[in-house]
């Protein structure tokens, strides 16, 4: 059985930091591209960024320079550490799996506000 286990999200004033962890189980983790994705209320899940199983990344340009994916795959986790956070970052944040078949987490919600 696949999970993916999001922790880390909580409440943040602007300009502050989180780090979010995504632990991965019943999946051989390193070949896997992971993906974090976020949903505001009332709007479409959009990327955030991919990390490659060649530790690659790319992100959207609304989080460049501020968010950073990495990846431990002796722990089966995908983490997205978001600086410099702009109450625009409020959202429930999920990862995903992708090697063919996709996978998702049951996400973390995020909150910037003063």
């Known amino acids: 059985q696949v999970q993916l286990v999001e922790s880390g999200g909580g409440l943040v004033q602007p300009g502050g930091s989180l780090r979010l962890s995504c632990a991965a189980s019943?999946?051989?983790?390193?070949?896997?591209?992971m993906g974090w994705y976020r949903q505001a209320p009332g709007k479409q899940r959009e990327l955030v960024g991919v990390i490659t199983s060649g530790g690659s990344t790319n992100y959207a340009e609304s989080v460049k320079g501020r968010f950073t994916i990495s990846r431990d795959n002796a722990k089966n986790t995908v983490y997205l550490q978001m600086n410099s956070l702009k109450p625009e970052d409020t959202a429930v944040y999920y990862c995903?799996?992708?090697?063919?078949?996709?996978?998702w987490g049951q996400g973390t919600q995020v909150t910037v506000s003063p």
């Open positions: 019943g999946i051989t983790f390193s070949l896997y591209v």
């Open positions: 995903r799996a992708h090697f063919g078949d996709s996978y």
